[in-house]
T-cell receptor, first 113, second 114 residues
């Protein structure tokens, strides 16, 4: 069984640029959630995708967008990067529904300078 | 709206002594509750979960937690701490619905002294 993978592991971007982060779900999972974890804080929910549709969104502006593909892999796109976007971005896969545990990838560390 | 309070930002114990990490939650629905652990520069690993079966839940690495609805608590315990337990621990509440269903607490950093 393959776990959740994310790429890249680290990324450095300049303010105003755009970035795409990628996630491959664990086999058998149809739901992907993305989280932002700032240093010293708990993960904050960005959004969730189920069957290629956005299925819930946290308190993040529209410049944070995503995609889910037919094989349940996913992308997180962030436009017009700001310094405060520097964080660890975590992807989690699961079955649909809040009673199911989410399995997390190792994360992508984004630094915006 | 759901929320999670982790009452201690940092807990320090000696190796071989008990561990208690406290978590209180707020939820409009009958929740599911989870504990995750995050070691430095690693992803989040599920320790245990409560989803309306037995109120005392056993997890990996000797951890367990008890769901107390009357106290809205889900404290994490371990009888004897090991050096490898040093990490950040997150309590999570979920309303079992769809969409934004995982709300994390701010975390408790556990230090284990030799």
């Amino acid at each position: 069984e393959t776990g959740v993978t994310q790429s890249p592991t680290h990324l450095i971007k300049t303010r105003g640029q755009q970035v795409t982060l990628r996630c491959s779900s664990q086999s058998g999972h149809n739901t992907v959630s993305w989280y932002q974890q700032a240093l010293g804080q708990g993960p904050q929910f960005i959004f969730q995708y189920y069957r290629e549709e956005e299925n819930g969104r946290g308190n993040f502006p529209p410049r944070f967008s995503g995609l889910q593909f037919p094989n349940y892999s996913s992308e997180l796109n962030v436009n017009a990067l700001e310094l405060d976007d520097s964080a660890l971005y975590l992807c989690a896969s699961s079955l649909a529904g809040g009673k199911y545990e989410q399995y997390f990838g190792p994360g992508t560390r984004l630094t915006v300078t | 709206a759901q929320s999670v309070t982790q009452l201690d930002s940092h807990v320090s114990v000696s190796e071989g002594t008990p561990v208690l990490l406290r978590c209180n939650y707020s939820s409009s629905y009958s929740p599911s509750l989870f504990w995750y652990v995050q070691h430095p520069n690693k992803g989040l690993q599920l320790l245990l979960k409560y989803t309306s079966a037995a109120t005392l839940v056993k997890g990996i690495n000797g951890f367990e937690a008890e769901f107390k609805k009357s106290e809205t608590s889900f404290h994490l315990t371990k009888p004897s701490a090991h050096m490898s337990d040093a990490a950040e621990y997150f309590c999570v509440v979920s309303d079992r619905g769809y969409g934004q269903n995982f709300v994390f607490g701010p975390g408790t950093r556990l230090s284990v002294l030799p």
